[in-house]
């Protein structure tokens, strides 16, 4: 039982095996933490503080008890660092392992919290940290390289603090880039009934990774937020990629000068 | 974003392919109903009201876009004749069917809620409706009988107004039976540090049930209560099946008089 703070948000992130990760590429520990991070992830873009986390777990007979129990660790960890409380869960079997994560965020007021829909005309489109650096990460280890260098990809850090700095500075919309800058702008800017006009030269890619990651390849978790031009100034920490117009609702993407059609690159996965 | 109510509770319950149904016996619909109901059958054992229930839908390529929505219909007439909101969730693919559903329940107090480690000595113990429907329905399909007469197995309802009546009477503990008799009453003796002396005998059987399906059976998502003796006459509709003693914790199970050992059938599925 929970003492509940006035208003709760909650996110859901399910990861698969074979699907969202590989176990001959991660550990159990870095499932555990890879997927309450995507779950937490959500919350850093609403700005709310992470409160409970529930957590399914569907295992298969191979994956053994010291594995179940290595994954609840990498969790716990993160759980702990982020001040998230493990509040309850399921275990069941399953041919594949399966992980999902529900957390619930509090705030205090409705102010308090961002949503996808209020990005106007005007606003500036900025992203914190690099992108691409999960996409070239996967890559990387596809071609069977040394998964030491995949951090990124396998221990991605939920932005709660920046989440919640930019809330407090009254940025219009947020979302966590967990699909990529292709398909979470034009959820942005479907929602919010407006056009996100994204310089894809802008992009501040991760090391080693092209645009193409940087601009469609996902899950790095980094926040894309849109800012009125009255709170710009008091914003610190992202690297500006665009702009909010009038248009049809989504984003447009160019490169020196010429349009870019990333459309299909908003999947469900 | 949800207006909180002073406090939440939360249960999580995961269903799995081939694990907790087979999609020959269960049309999408059924599945959807039942993760549903599983889930809000751990809240109306707190005495809970239930409020928003989040959904992680893993789905393979061959059930298609029609049986996703198929799930979900089912799902929603059960969400809205509860007075449940489905208020999120998230959808992946999977190599198998798994359907997650984490679900908050709310309350204006604590002592408007019910745990599981409250029973004391001298309370007695009721069951509502009967048991082993589910675990005889599962027994009839897979002999390849006749799908239509396993309503009590695919589409169980949750308890909500006789959890909420039991918690407002004064009961000291209860717990849905998802694993049945044999398992959850031990659950409760454990959590309690006393013993539940259950008579086999007593056991409301389902039609065409055996004792040891109505015992042991599991999935028929009735509650299961410890009564103090103050509180037993305000209580209505249930059948007393047994007694809580001073004893190891857990639970005792006898038949005719002589001792039996129920052990084992505590699994985790």
Same mark, same amino acid.
């Given at each position: 039982?929970?003492?509940?703070?006035?208003?709760?948000?909650?996110?859901?992130?399910?990861?698969?095996?074979?699907?969202?990760?590989?176990?001959?590429?991660?550990?159990?520990?870095?499932?555990?933490?890879?997927?309450?991070?995507?779950?937490?992830?959500?919350?850093?873009?609403?700005?709310?503080?992470?409160?409970?986390?529930?957590?399914?777990?569907?295992?298969?007979?191979?994956?053994?008890?010291?594995?179940?129990?290595?994954?609840?660790?990498?969790?716990?960890?993160?759980?702990?660092?982020?001040?998230?409380?493990?509040?309850?869960?399921?275990?069941?079997?399953?041919?594949?392992?399966?992980?999902?994560?529900?957390?619930?965020?509090?705030?205090?007021?409705?102010?308090?919290?961002?949503?996808?829909?209020?990005?106007?005309?005007?606003?500036?489109?900025?992203?914190?940290?690099?992108?691409?650096?999960?996409?070239?990460?996967?890559?990387?280890?596809?071609?069977?390289?040394?998964?030491?260098?995949?951090?990124?990809?396998?221990?991605?850090?939920?932005?709660?603090?920046?989440?919640?700095?930019?809330?407090?500075?009254?940025?219009?919309?947020?979302?966590?880039?967990?699909?990529?800058?292709?398909?979470?702008?034009?959820?942005?800017?479907?929602?919010?009934? *407006?056009?996100?006009?994204? =310089?894809? $030269? !802008? +992009?501040? %890619?991760? @090391?080693? #990774?092209? &645009? /193409?990651?940087? *601009?469609?390849?996902?899950? =790095?978790? $980094? !926040? +894309?937020? %849109?800012? @009125?031009? #009255?709170? &710009? /100034?008091?914003?610190?920490?992202?690297?500006?990629?665009? $702009?909010?117009?009038?248009?049809? @609702?989504? #984003?447009?993407?160019?490169?020196?000068?010429?349009?870019?059609?990333?459309?299909?690159?908003?999947?469900?996965?």
């Amino acid at each position: 039982m929970v003492r509940a703070r006035p208003f709760a948000v909650t996110s859901v992130d399910a990861m698969v095996e074979g699907v969202h990760f590989r176990l001959d590429w991660a550990s159990p520990a870095d499932v555990g933490h890879r997927a309450l991070a995507a779950a937490l992830s959500d919350l850093a873009a609403m700005g709310a503080d992470p409160g409970e986390a529930y957590v399914a777990l569907a295992v298969p007979e191979r994956f053994g008890d010291d594995a179940v129990l290595e994954l609840a660790r990498g969790m716990g960890a993160l759980a702990e660092r982020t001040g998230t409380t493990i509040a309850g869960g399921d275990l069941v079997r399953a041919p594949v392992l399966m992980v999902s994560v529900t957390v619930v965020g509090w705030a205090e007021s409705e102010d308090a919290l961002v949503g996808r829909g209020g990005a106007r005309a005007g606003d500036l489109v900025g992203v914190t940290g690099t992108l691409g650096g999960a996409a070239a990460a996967m890559a990387a280890l596809e071609r069977g390289e040394d998964p030491s260098g995949a951090g990124a990809y396998l221990r991605p850090e939920p932005r709660l603090a920046e989440g919640r700095a930019l809330a407090a500075v009254g940025v219009s919309a947020m979302i966590d880039l967990s699909d990529g800058v292709a398909g979470d702008a034009a959820h942005v800017g479907r929602r919010s009934g *407006a056009c996100l006009r994204i =310089d894809l $030269e !802008l +992009l501040p %890619c991760a @090391p080693g #990774a092209s &645009v /193409e990651q940087a *601009a469609a390849g996902g899950e =790095d978790f $980094e !926040l +894309l937020a %849109c800012v @009125p031009p #009255a709170a &710009v /100034e008091h914003v610190r920490g992202l690297t500006w990629i665009g $702009e909010v117009v009038d248009g049809p @609702p989504g #984003a447009a993407f160019s490169r020196a000068g010429a349009a870019v059609d990333l459309r299909g690159y908003d999947h469900f996965r």
